[in-house]
């Protein structure tokens, strides 16, 4: 949880899902398209990035919080390899491969720094319904 309330303001989610959005404007193309096996390999790897921390943001502990995030930042590095692949295989540009991998770097940096965070502060105490595993009374 770490005191965010929803994952969408985490800035290591908002920087992650521009990466998955960035790659997701690349594997549209029909050259990305013929090749479909790396297609999904990179399309899997940029939904990787932003899927894990919003799962992560479920954990009430700190620690498997930051277990989440870096895989999501293993994930955004894996993306960085696959787009040098494209890169090499003129499925895009030196321009459009420097703007990515700045974004991936961005993203990584940000799950780095959340990480650092998540392992420095204490968790937050579990709701009541949480510890005695009932379900939350409507509102």
């Given at each position: 949880m770490a005191g965010f309330r929803d994952f969408r303001e985490i800035v290591a989610w908002q920087l992650a899902h521009q990466l998955k959005l960035r790659v997701d404007l690349f594997v549209c193309s029909p050259d990305f398209r013929r090749h479909y096996k790396f297609c999904d390999q990179l399309s899997d790897a940029a939904r990787s990035g932003p899927r894990n921390i919003a799962e992560g943001?479920?954990?009430?502990?700190?620690k498997e919080f930051a277990q989440f995030v870096r895989v999501a930042k293993g994930s955004e590095c894996e993306v960085i390899n696959h787009l040098i692949?494209?890169?090499?295989?003129?499925l895009i540009t030196t321009d459009e491969l420097a703007i990515a991998e700045?974004?991936?770097k961005r993203a990584m940096q940000a799950a780095t720094g959340l990480i650092t965070y998540l392992e420095s502060t204490p968790d937050q105490p579990?709701?009541?319904?949480?510890?005695k595993g009932k379900k939350p009374e409507p509102s």
């Open positions: 943001h479920a954990r009430y502990k700190h692949d494209a890169h090499d295989q003129r700045q974004l991936a579990m709701p009541p319904y949480v510890a």
